[in-house]
């Protein structure tokens, strides 16, 4: 398995629209491996392809305490929502930023698994926001496009300036004495 590198807010790459998965085949499971890999060595709680640069519908989550409950969702799709209220949300593609944002508390889900059988579940709470939230992400959507733009932009000049930060921190790293 591979740790694979995150797409950040604003790369216009976020913005794609992916594509149905046609044959559930050894890639398609090797990139499901590779997004848990990622998922877990970033401590988050779901991942979707559209964030390693993957533009196909594969999502993965693990909600559960001990990490060990992983999810995998091939070509998604919501067949039943309930409950809308608010849900404080983060993402590995805006690190540090939370925000709260309105999802149904309760979903059906339709989607096939990682032998390509499709199955149905019904999720609650985290499990649901957390569905909704990489299900957006395929469709190229992130949980600052329900903001306000001035919100966004406020979002936007915070990780620049943290970016930066980051940069001039290794530069500074880098051009110390080897002793
Ligand atoms: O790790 C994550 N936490 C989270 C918290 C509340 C609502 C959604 C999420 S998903 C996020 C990981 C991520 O960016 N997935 O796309
Ligand atoms: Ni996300």
Redesign the pocket.
């Known amino acids: 398995m591979t740790k694979l590198a ?1 797409l950040e807010y604003p790369d216009p790459r976020l913005r794609t629209k992916a594509a149905p998965i046609e044959a559930v085949d050894a890639t398609v499971r090797r990139l499901a491996d590779d997004l848990l890999e990622t ?1 877990y060595g ?7 392809a ?2 390693v640069d993957v533009h196909r519908r594969l ?1 993965v ?1 693990d909600v559960s305490e001990e990490r060990n409950r992983p999810i995998v969702l091939i070509n998604p799709e919501i067949v039943a929502t309930e409950e809308p209220g608010p ?8 690190p540090g930023i ?1 925000a709260s ?1 309105t ?1 149904a508390q309760k979903i059906r889900v339709r989607a096939q698994d990682r032998t390509g059988a499709t199955f149905e579940m019904d999720a609650v709470g ?1 499990t649901a ?2 569905i909704q ?2 299900m ?2 395929l469709d190229g959507r992130l ?1 600052v496009d329900y903001l306000s733009e001035l919100k966004r932009q406020v979002i936007r000049r915070r990780l620049a300036k943290e970016r930066r930060q980051r940069t001039v921190g290794s530069e500074a790293r880098s051009a110390a004495p080897v002793t």
């Open positions: 995150i998922m970033s401590n988050g709680v779901g991942l979707a559209t964030q999502l989550l849900c404080e949300e983060g993402c590995l593609s805006l939370y944002v999802r985290l926001v957390c939230h990489e957006d992400h949980f």
